[in-house]
């Protein structure tokens, strides 16, 4: 968590090199020697007040501010000293000004300044550094003159996608032990005591970094009190009750336990709960502080670490504990799962404590996708490897995601739902685990077909989008938010429809069935341009647009009955998985082959029913007829080019 130091080549300026001293030069010397006098000279006779040094660009008011001189700054603003010079990390007079704390300089350099929350390049107000250095006058003042108390620290964007910053003036208080200026951010400015950081770290994290424990107990308690959340996580994704056993500090410990939610059994990413840590540091006291708080010894093998310790007392309080031997799982257990095989042999193997009938652990390696809530992640349900959509408790979509997948339990097509459980104000949402999502298996697959040959995949895979979504309509709901990240692949290329978050009852609504059938329509035409047009392009197509980028009659004709079929719109989706569109060619040859020996056709009946639909300017006529020599002679020519 890097701050700005003094021991920082940025926070100096450094002589010229070149042996000589330029005018420039002598005036940045004179200012650092605080020789008013010989500044004034210099100034009057013209020197640039506003000269930057090459290196870090330092300006004489830089200077003079890291000096702490409000006569040599007030002289130079009086000489055309512009205060928004920036150095090369971008720090001000006006930020430096905050971490030399010196009220008469920052009411100096205020009027001039264009905005009080003026940052350098790595997210740094002025405010941010008198928390950073203690500096509590200088804080109110800032506070007092309109300074952003919980404005979090803005990165640079590299250091953003490393989730980099985010940090605010409290954690910068916390971390350096300045209890005087925590206490006056909580008490008397109003700072979010659970603001996170770009890594997901509240204040309590940063206040367990510092190595003071008299510091840390004090920052602590008033975090405590403010109702900090006990069971964020830091680094390694330890809680602060992990970070505390690591302390070896008792009193943080029971500070901690004293709190009405805290997870005493949460692991970091080596699966290690406090317990455990606390034997393995030999923390006798601690570990029977933590068991008689209900910490559960199924934990690791703790008998065993505590004997290689020769802590004979802990062994016999372990056993009373029922703490049992740890048996990890077999190395022979194989994921059904190639592209997740790797991260669930590793959580199978991993020592956790089970949510209910499922394990789960909450770390990057196991992430699937992130989500607008809580994200997808990898887990075993009954031993069964899962995708488990996360939710907070309370959720609407959550809970239409449940009753949703509930409901259709029987639809084959649907992703398999296996349960559900609630821990720490979460949902957790089991399903079967699948490999890609449709987008990504298109991709995958792109530059495999051959020009000319019939798609049978795209065949397969929307039968199955449409069987499932016409056994969602069946059971009383519409889907609400079908594109191809929703439709996922599993490692036997079946297709099965997913995320019923938006999904809704829809009550009879034709608008709602409406939509998922226009989004079908999207998708035929995505799935049969094996994704080479973003599905994003194709919803911002007119319905024109769309038959022109059809490459066949059966896929323009399919589109038009998903968007413009008269009838029912309830109704519209019966019956269209006979649609040409899913028939082999083989089928729609034999077809004609079969229709054209009709008795009928064969001695051109007139009255056949047959014959009248297959002629033009008929009363009855089909679309899907007219022309259909003109179709049949295509269909030929494919028949032949693929035998």
């Known amino acids: 968590m890097a701050t700005n130091s003094c021991n920082n080549p940025q926070e100096r300026p450094i002589p010229s090199s070149d042996g000589r001293a330029s005018v420039e030069e002598m005036l940045t010397k004179a200012v650092q020697e605080e020789d008013i006098e010989r500044v004034r000279q210099l100034l009057e006779r013209g020197v640039d007040a506003n000269f930057q040094e090459e290196e870090w660009g330092w300006s004489p008011l830089h200077s003079a501010v890291q000096m702490d001189s409000e006569d040599l700054v007030d002289l130079l603003l009086k000489h055309g000293a512009d205060p928004g010079l920036r150095k090369r990390n971008g720090a001000t007079p006006f930020i430096i000004a905050g971490i030399v704390g010196n009220v008469k300089l920052l009411q100096l350099l205020l009027p001039k300044v264009e905005n009080v929350n003026e940052c350098d390049v790595n997210g740094f107000t002025a405010f941010m550094e008198a928390a950073v250095y203690g500096k509590v006058e200088a804080l109110r003042f800032l506070y007092e003159n309109g300074a952003e108390v919980n404005l979090h620290r803005k990165a640079k964007q590299d250091q953003e996608k490393i989730r980099k910053g985010g940090a605010t003036a409290l954690m910068d208080a916390a971390e350096k032990g300045h209890v005087d200026v925590v206490k006056i951010l909580l008490h008397k400015m109003g700072a979010e005591v659970n603001a996170r950081d770009n890594m997901g770290r509240n204040a309590l994290i940063y206040a367990l970094l510092n190595s003071d424990d008299g510091k840390v107990k004090a920052i602590t308690r008033l975090l405590l009190d403010h109702g900090a959340d006990v069971n964020v996580r830091g680094e390694g994704s330890k809680t602060p009750l992990i970070l505390a056993v690591e302390r070896k500090n008792l009193d943080l410990v029971q500070m901690l336990l004293e709190q009405e939610h805290i997870e005493i059994n949460g692991t970091d990413n080596e699966g290690k709960t406090a317990l455990l840590l606390a034997v393995e540091l030999r923390l006798k006291e601690m570990a029977e502080l933590l068991c008689h708080k209900g910490a559960s010894t199924d934990c690791g093998d703790l008998v065993a670490i505590a004997r290689r310790n020769y802590d004979s007392d802990l062994v016999k309080f372990l056993l009373l504990h029922k703490a049992i031997g740890f048996h990890p799982p077999a190395k022979d257990w194989k994921p059904r799962s190639s592209r997740w095989g790797e991260a669930l042999k590793h ?68 992703v398999t739902f296996y349960g559900s459980e609630n821990n720490g104000g979460c949902l957790y949402v089991c399903l079967a685990l699948c490999e890609y999502t449709l987008q990504e298996h298109l991709a995958n697959r792109r530059g495999e077909a051959v020009p000319n040959q019939e798609d049978e995949s795209a065949r397969n895979i929307l039968s199955s989008l449409f069987k499932a979504v016409e056994g969602l309509h069946q059971s009383g709901y519409a889907h609400q938010d079908l594109q191809p990240q929703n439709i996922l692949i599993d490692s036997k290329n079946d297709t099965f429809l997913a995320d019923f978050d938006k999904s809704i009852r829809r009550a009879e609504d034709p608008q709602k069935i409406k939509r998922d ?3 079908l329509g999207l998708l035929v035409l995505y799935v049969v341009k094996k994704g080479d047009i973003s599905f994003e392009t194709l919803k911002n197509q007119s319905f024109e647009e769309l038959i022109q980028l059809s490459p066949d009659e059966e896929t323009r004709d399919l589109i038009r009955r998903l968007f413009h079929s008269g009838g029912s719109v309830e109704d519209r989706l019966r019956g269209l998985l006979g649609h040409p569109f899913f028939w082999s060619w083989e089928s729609r040859y034999r077809t004609l082959r079969d229709v054209g020996n009709e008795s009928g056709i064969k001695t051109r009946n007139y009255k056949s029913k047959i014959l009248q639909l297959l002629q033009p300017g008929t009363a009855e006529l089909s679309a899907s007829f007219a022309q259909w020599t003109t179709k049949a002679g295509k269909l030929r020519h494919r028949q032949a080019k693929s035998q």
């Not at 949510?355 to 349900?381: M, N, V």
């Not at 490897?385 to 809970?399: C, D, I, L, M």
Request: glycine share 8%; hydrophobic share 30%.
């Open 517 to 519: 059938l226009e989004a």
């Open 347 to 414: 959580l199978h193997r991993m020592r956790h404590p089970m949510t209910g009938k499922l394990k789960i652990f909450i770390d990057e390696e196991y992430k699937i996708a992130d989500t607008s809530e809580g994200g997808i992640y990898l887990g075993l349900y009954e031993d069964q490897e899962v995708a488990v959509k996360r939710f907070y408790e309370g959720s609407t979509r959550g809970q239409n995601e449940a009753s949703c997948l509930q409901s259709s339990r029987a639809n084959n097509n649907v």
